[in-house]
Nanobody, 110 residues
Framework: QVQLVESGGGLVQPGGSLRLSCTAS???????MSWYRQAPGKQRELVAS???????NYADSVKGRFTISRGNAKNTVYLQMNSLKSEDTAVYYC?????WGQGTQVTVSS
């Protein structure tokens, strides 16, 4: 059974930074991983994704501010979020194959 564990969310002031972490268990190989987010009243949207070869893709709204990377451990991914804005406030979800993490809240507010 595939399971995802996320961490790193919290409250941060505009312009601040946070790093989210996600580790998947229950898989025998490496897979592409993604971060999504869902703000109140909005649809869930793709934030960033990374392939097994570390090729990355970003939503236009986060390009230049967020960085997705893979960890040394199998199926571990990070999301470094810099220059955070109030509009980045959302629950952030990690995804691998068809499995979602439980979500971690990111709140950007002064």
């Amino acid at each position: 059974q595939v399971q995802l564990v996320e961490s790193g969310g919290g409250l941060v002031q505009p312009g601040g930074s946070l790093r989210l972490s996600c580790t998947a268990s229950g898989l025998t190989g490496n897979y592409a991983m993604s971060w999504y987010r869902q703000a109140p009243g909005k649809q869930r949207e793709l934030v960033a994704s990374i392939t097994t070869a570390s090729s990355t893709n970003y939503a236009d709204s986060v390009k230049g501010r967020f960085t997705i990377s893979r960890g040394n451990a199998k199926n571990t991914v990070y999301l470094q979020m810099n220059s955070l804005k109030s509009e980045d406030t959302a629950v952030y979800y990690c995804k691998i194959l068809s499995t979602w993490g439980q979500g971690t809240q990111v709140t950007v507010s002064s």
